[in-house]
């Protein structure tokens, strides 16, 4: 029985979620998506969670499905039965919109605008920023998970790694099944033949990275060098730092690291409890 299940707010059928996790595992779905938007019917937020769980979501009532009106819940094996019906359904495309007490095409097309309209707006206030996460040698590991975990909310994520030779890029194999992975070696085995922030800068004068927002861990001459660069084009970022440890939990003083600060006083964070990771920016490297 076929039945015209449009405006009505009805939950996933178990058939309708055992068809959604097989076409789950045909991997059919962008792994990389910046975000998720449903209509506010149950079904539409119940496909959401089955297709990509855990993510965020916004439900905009403009998405929400046709009302079929008088046909609305009706099967259409019943409807046959009612010329105007039979009529309505040989019509053309665009007249199956006119839903006799519903929706009709001009209704719908207006308010999937507005919807779209909204999905811009979100856009343009966002930026949707590509994260762009780069790690250079001992730097690469403590990022692995890092990206791993981006990617599993979803987003779009760019790995960056750069070491003296292939030998020294560890992980890029697993890190390029969830991320764009761009390699970079000092000896040219792998890769760009340059360090990670001459690749960096490439793929931004490249456009293939544009809008970027930085997560980078690895040697402190790195991290000074892309510092330099991250400030001199405004670029956002974030720093894992280290540091000598002693006790991790905020006594020892060991691990203090300088902030910059404007005035003669110097100040400073503690790498355990205030870091490890720091807004690139207020930090002395
Ligand atoms: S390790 Fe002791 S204060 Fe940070």
């Known amino acids: 029985m076929h039945v015209y299940c449009g405006s009505t707010d009805s939950n996933v059928s178990e058939n309708g979620k055992e068809l959604l996790l097989e076409i789950v595992k045909e991997d059919i779905y962008p792994k990389i998506v910046d975000a998720f938007y449903t209509s506010k019917l149950i079904r539409t937020i119940e496909t959401i969670a089955i297709l990509y769980p855990g993510v965020?979501?916004?439900?905009?009532?403009?998405?929400?499905?046709?009302?079929?009106?008088?046909?609305?819940?009706?099967?259409?094996?019943?409807?046959?039965?009612?010329?105007?019906?039979?009529?309505?359904?040989?019509?053309?495309?665009?007249?199956?919109?006119?839903?006799?007490?519903?929706?009709?095409?001009?209704?719908?097309?207006?308010?999937?605008?507005?919807?779209?309209?909204?999905?811009?707006?979100?856009?343009?206030?966002?930026g949707y920023k590509n994260i762009v996460i780069i790690g250079g040698g001992v730097g690469i590991p403590p990022l692995y998970f890092f990206a791993k975990r981006l990617a599993i909310s979803a987003k779009r994520v760019n790995v960056i790694l750069g070491g003296r030779n292939t030998e020294a890029?560890?992980?890029?194999?697993?890190?390029?099944?969830?991320?764009?992975?761009?390699?970079?070696?000092?000896?040219?085995?792998?890769g760009f033949k340059g360090n990670v922030i001459d690749l960096f800068k490439e793929l931004i004068i490249s456009r293939k990275i544009q809008k970027p927002i930085v997560y980078a861990c690895g040697p402190q001459p790195m991290l000074k060098a892309l510092k330099c660069y991250m400030i001199e084009n405004e670029i956002e970022?974030?720093?894992?730092?280290?540091?000598?440890?002693?006790?991790?939990?905020?006594?020892?003083?060991?691990?203090?690291?300088?902030?910059?600060s404007s005035g003669n006083k110097k100040q400073y964070a503690l790498c355990c409890i205030d870091g490890p990771v720091f807004n690139f920016n207020e930090m002395k490297l």
């Open 56 to 126: 965020e979501y916004k439900s905009l009532e403009e998405f929400n499905e046709v009302n079929f009106g008088e046909y609305e819940m009706q099967p259409h094996e019943e409807l046959m039965k009612r010329p105007e019906y039979v009529k309505w359904q040989e019509g053309d495309k665009f007249i199956h919109f006119d839903c006799p007490g519903g929706d009709n095409f001009e209704g719908v097309s207006k308010r999937i605008n507005k919807g779209m309209e909204k999905i811009f707006t979100d856009a343009k206030n966002n």
């Open 169 to 190: 890029l560890c992980l890029k194999e697993d890190i390029s099944e969830f991320a764009n992975i761009y390699l970079s070696t000092d000896d040219g085995s792998d």
């Open 237 to 260: 970022g974030y720093f894992s730092l280290e540091a000598m440890m002693g006790c991790g939990f905020g006594m020892c003083l060991a691990c203090a690291i300088e902030k910059n």
